[in-house]
């Protein structure tokens, strides 16, 4: 297993939007395209509280690949996620890392 650790950095006072539009449409398609969430996180304390970190489990880079691709070009999404947007962007920059365990991870 692989993990991709996303965090999506938010214009200022776009959070809750962020989080609308994943409770109410991206998780719907995850589910759709088999895309496996293990769970989200928003910052207490750190630099910014206009964020969300999040963590996706894959079995290998191919899977990443074909079910991202898939999710991404999905008509109904690019039409959810262009109607969040319509009167302001939400996500200013997004970090992306893919992520291997080590031999001594307890998640792996």
Not at 3 to 28: K, Q
Not at 36 to 49: A, I
Not at 57 to 71: I, P, T
């Amino acid at each position: 297993m692989i993990h991709e650790l996303r965090i999506y950095h938010c214009v200022p006072t776009r959070l809750p939007a962020l989080h609308e539009r994943f409770r109410n449409h991206t998780l719907g398609f995850w589910q759709k395209h088999g895309i496996r969430q293990l769970g989200f996180w928003t910052t207490l304390v750190g630099p910014t509280n206009h964020s969300l970190t999040y963590l996706l489990e894959w079995k290998d880079l191919a899977e990443r690949e074909q079910k991202w691709n898939a999710f991404q070009a999905d008509a109904d999404w690019i039409k959810a996620r262009a109607a969040s947007e319509a009167s302001q962007p939400i996500v200013e920059r997004i970090e992306n890392q893919i992520l291997v365990p080590t031999d001594y991870s307890a998640l792996k």
